[in-house]
């Protein structure tokens, strides 16, 4: 069974950097492909990236490719989530999660096991 837990989020300023983690700490015996998302005050939970279990396939959303970089370490059961130029639009909970199914989605509706969630907070 997949079990997820986010760490790493905090407080920075415009421009600096962040880097989450989610390991999964299950007995886990199937390949997923792992997503992050967000949730922003007010707002839906949107895509950010994802994985795929071999790490050899990636997608972002729009707005942080090229400033967010996601990669996975399946020896140590991690992906990572590497934030750089981080704006105050990226101030969110960030959750990462694992898909039903080994290839890429985006859609939140694909991904069935959910960590709890981690507080990014970028200071203007």
């Known amino acids: 069974q997949v079990r997820l837990a986010e760490s790493g989020g905090g407080l920075v300023q415009a421009g600096g950097s962040l880097r989450l983690s989610c390991v999964d700490s299950g007995r886990t015996v199937r390949p997923y492909t792992t997503g992050w998302f967000r949730r922003a005050p007010g707002k839906e939970r949107e895509f950010v990236a994802a994985i795929n279990w071999s790490g050899t396939n990636t997608d972002y959303t729009d707005s942080v490719r090229g400033r967010f970089t996601i990669s996975r370490d399946n020896a140590k059961n991690t992906v990572y989530l590497q934030m750089t130029s981080l704006e105050p639009e990226d101030t969110a909970v960030y959750y990462c999660?694992?898909?039903?199914?080994?290839?890429?989605?985006?859609?939140?509706?694909?991904?069935?096991?959910w960590g709890q969630g981690t507080q990014v907070t970028v200071s203007s």
């Open positions: 999660a694992a898909a039903g199914a080994a290839g890429i989605v985006t859609s939140k509706n694909n991904y069935v096991n």
